[in-house]
Nanobody
Framework: QVQLVESGGGLVQAGGSLRLSCAAS????????MGWFRQAPGKEREFVAA????????DYVDSVKGRFTISRDRAKNTVYLQMNSLKPEDTAVYYC???????????????????WGQGTQVTVSS
């Protein structure tokens, strides 16, 4: 069993930065692919980024490439999403998720993840 708790969301002006954290519990956390997803009101949950269990492989949706960075600290059982140059269209509830499978194209599919956090709100004002 893996439990995930996100933090770090908030209100920021366009062009600003936030760093989201996802603290995980569970002995096998270090072996999971971790993903960040977001969901804006009235929209479907959208893939944002994923990172392999080793941290050596990452994947991003095109709209955040060059602005967001996913990383993980296996010693702290924590995954981060550094978000720079934020835009109003980044406004959403951000969720972290854990997947037992290795990273791949399927890591962009939310329904394949095994565990989810409760989400943290990110609001970017123009």
């Amino acid at each position: 069993q893996v439990q995930l708790v996100e933090s770090g969301g908030g209100l920021v002006q366009a062009g600003g930065s936030l760093r989201l954290s996802c603290a995980a519990s569970g002995r096998t956390f270090s072996m999971y692919t971790m993903g960040w997803f977001r969901q804006a009101p009235g929209k479907e949950r959208e893939f944002v980024a994923a990172i392999s269990w080793s941290g050596g492989v990452t994947d991003y949706v095109d709209s955040v490439k060059g602005r967001f960075t996913i990383s993980r600290d296996r010693a702290k059982n924590t995954v981060y999403l550094q978000m720079n140059s934020l835009k109003p269209e980044d406004t959403a509830v951000y969720y972290c998720a854990a997947d037992r499978a290795g990273i791949g194209s399927q890591s962009r599919l939310p329904n394949l993840y095994d565990y989810w956090g409760q989400g943290t709100q990110v609001t970017v004002s123009s």
